[in-house]
């Protein structure tokens, strides 16, 4: 079990950019969450798949930002034309869908929009 | 939607001190989960509790859903503890979704 990984750790991007964001799940977990923290507040949800269906989205989110769960595996969250405000942590977690449905998170990603 | 609301905002302790983290929430959940997330980021999940009481070491966790609270026990505070302690609930409607508290900061001076 390898745990939840997140690249890059961390990106610098100048303000209209495109970014991409790519997130690994534990291997059986069929629930990925991104969320997105700022300092000193909780995590933000942003989106969920539960295997490759996205269910949910935030309606908080900016149509800039997408994300993609090809074949139920990894997930990919792209923010296009990015604004100083995207700066931000991304993080990413994965649960199973059973009884005991604990949130795993990785390390996330730094984004400084400049 | 479902608010999160957790007391004290910050918190210092002396090393080997007791406390007690409060989290209350203003509907129904069908599930609970403490994390700690340390000085370099990491969240790490402490407990999955929807209802009753679980321990694990020094931390232990007590849910009462028809209550709508939580609490976060941790008993002989060590600097390791030091971190910022978030609770986390998730109602089942159509889809489901986990939604993080404000947080309480913890710090624990030797």
């Known amino acids: 079990d390898t745990g939840v990984s997140q690249d890059p750790r961390h990106k610098i991007t100048k303000r209209g950019q495109n970014v991409t964001f790519r997130c690994d799940p534990i291997?059986?977990?069929?629930?990925l969450y991104w969320y997105r923290q700022t300092l000193g507040q909780g995590p933000e949800f942003l989106t969920y798949?539960?295997?490759?269906?996205?269910?949910?989205k935030s309606r908080l989110l900016s149509d800039r930002f997408s994300a993609e769960r090809p074949k139920g595996s990894f997930s990919t969250l792209e923010i296009q034309r990015t604004e100083q405000g995207d700066s931000a942590m991304y993080l990413c977690a994965s649960s199973l869908s059973r009884s005991d449905e604990k949130l795993f998170f990785g390390s996330g990603t730094q984004l400084s929009v400049l | 939607g479902i608010q999160v609301e957790q007391s004290p905002p910050d918190l210092i302790l002396q090393e080997g001190a007791n406390s007690t983290l409060r989290c209350n929430f203003s509907?129904?959940?069908?599930?609970l989960q403490w994390f700690h997330q340390n000085p370099w980021g990491q969240l790490i999940n402490l407990f999955y509790?929807?209802?009753g009481t679980k321990q694990n070491g020094r931390l232990s966790a007590t849910t009462v859903a028809t209550e709508r609270y939580s609490l976060l026990y941790i008993s002989s505070s060590q600097t390791t503890d030091s971190g910022v302690y978030f609770c986390?609930?998730?109602?089942?409607?159509?889809?489901?979704?986990?939604?993080f508290g404000p947080g309480t900061s913890l710090s624990v001076i030797p």
């Open positions: 509790i929807p209802s």
């Open positions: 291997s059986e977990h069929n629930r």
């Open positions: 798949f539960q295997n490759e269906a996205q269910l949910e």
């Open positions: 986390a609930v998730e109602k089942k409607t159509s889809y489901d979704k986990v939604i």
């Open positions: 509907d129904s959940v069908n599930n």
